[in-house]
């Protein structure tokens, strides 16, 4: 089992930053891959970035240049670093962890999920 805590969401004027992060448990953390996704209110939940258990990184379009997403093995942390937010980015923002290989941007491929954290981008 799995439990992951995410923490860092708020309130930000557009081109601002937020930090986000994720606690894991489990003494495997550092074999998952590690993904963040977001919900819009009325709209599916939307792959963002994920980290495999190296170094290897994937980003959604959206997130390209503008978010880093990084992990700490040590501390079982992943985070979510997000520069030049934007009103669109407005959403619940949740953490991932994948146990089995699969698809990195599909949520069905994900075993274990965070409860989630706002993030509201205000014009």
């Known amino acids: 089992q799995v439990q992951l805590v995410e923490s860092g969401g708020g309130l930000v004027q557009v081109g601002g930053s937020l930090r986000l992060s994720c606690a894991a448990s489990g003494r495997t953390f550092s074999n998952y891959a590690m993904g963040w996704f977001r919900q819009a209110p009325g709209k599916e939940r939307e792959f963002v970035a994920t980290?495999?258990?190296?170094?290897?990184?994937s980003y959604a379009d959206s997130a390209k240049g503008r978010f880093t997403i990084s992990r700490d093995n040590a501390k079982n942390t992943v985070a979510l670093e997000m520069n030049g937010l934007k009103p669109e980015d407005t959403a619940t923002y949740y953490c991932a962890a994948q146990v089995r290989h699969g698809a990195y941007n599909d949520i069905r491929t994900y075993d274990y999920w965070g409860q989630g954290t706002q993030v509201t981008v205000s014009s």
């Open positions: 980290i495999w258990s190296g170094t290897s990184r």
